[in-house]
């Protein structure tokens, strides 16, 4: 089944970063998703178009303007459907990771508003919003980007996305550990040869080598995924060899 994604957001030209290139162009080509956007902008009755306001007890910085924001969130769930699973950008939601990901690969209507200024009134966030999502501790000056890097992951995630279709499971974190090296030619670069066994055409050596090396990598660079992460007895046995 497809994927149909919405976006709340004054800026949806900066959205051509995903629909202009890549897997996700080729993904949206291929109907396995749908991208659509609705601007605040476009629902504000005044002349100067104004989709900001003042924050109530003053301060600096300035709200996204609570009608115009209302109004294009009911358009895109009357297009898309009441069904549709609104999500927030912000930093103050749930961290992604690529287990939230998948979680979210589950759904098939997808709605993300993308915040800017300081963000937008609290109570539209309790009356309308189903989750929060951060993608990571830092602050973004508007949530675009923190939905396309959303979008991006769960596209690969969805069937048929990528030309392969083995590379979603191999890549990071898929089965919770960093990839293996890649290499490509030629076979010396820089004085440096590939590692043999990849060149020796023995599939089964090669996949534990592969093996080998991504389970070193993790315990060399993120020791805290093997933490929770039980080991098969292949797995066991390549890290005591
Ligand atoms: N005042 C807000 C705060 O400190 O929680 C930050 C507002 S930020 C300048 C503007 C918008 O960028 C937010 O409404 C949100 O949509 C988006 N944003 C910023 N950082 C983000 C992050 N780490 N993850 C997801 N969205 C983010």
């Known amino acids: 089944e497809s994927l149909t994604v919405g976006v709340i957001t004054l800026f949806p030209e900066m959205f051509t970063a995903i629909s202009d290139s890549g897997i996700t162009r080729r993904a949206l080509q291929q109907g396995i998703f749908k991208l659509q956007w609705w601007n605040p902008r476009d629902y504000t009755e005044d002349k100067h178009r104004t989709v900001d306001d003042r924050p109530y007890g003053g301060g600096p910085g300035m709200v996204m303007k609570v009608?115009?924001?209302?109004?294009?969130?009911?358009?895109?769930?009357?297009?898309?459907?009441?069904?549709s699973k609104?999500?927030?950008?912000?930093?103050?939601?749930?961290?992604?990771?690529q287990q939230g990901v998948v979680e979210l690969a589950a759904n098939n209507k997808l709605i993300f508003i993308?915040?800017?200024?300081?963000?937008?009134?609290e109570r539209l966030i309790e009356?309308?919003?189903d989750e929060e999502w951060s993608i990571g501790d830092y602050v973004l000056s508007g949530g675009e980007l923190?939905?396309?890097?959303?979008?991006?992951?769960?596209?690969?995630?969805?069937p048929g996305a990528l030309?392969?279709?083995?590379?979603?499971k191999e890549d990071s974190f898929a089965e919770g550990l960093l990839d293996c090296p890649h290499y490509t030619r030629p076979e010396v670069l820089a004085g440096k040869t590939v590692p043999?066994?990849?060149?020796?055409g023995d599939h089964s050596k090669i996949r534990r080598w592969r093996l080998k090396q991504a389970l070193g990598r993790t315990w060399q660079r993120r020791p805290e995924l093997l933490e929770q992460r039980p080991l098969s007895q292949e797995e066991q046995d390549?890290?005591?060899?």
């Open 67 to 83: 009608e115009p924001l209302r109004k294009a969130l009911q358009a895109a769930k009357q297009a898309m459907g009441d069904d």
């Open 86 to 97: 609104v999500i927030y950008l912000s930093p103050q939601g749930r961290q992604l990771d």
């Open 114 to 121: 993308a915040g800017r200024y300081e963000g937008i009134d």
């Open 127 to 129: 009356a309308e919003i």
């Open 146 to 158: 923190a939905a396309m890097v959303m979008i991006d992951a769960v596209v690969r995630q969805l």
């Open 163 to 168: 030309g392969h279709e083995q590379s979603a």
């Open 196 to 200: 043999e066994v990849l060149l020796s």
């Open 238 to 241: 390549l890290l005591a060899s």
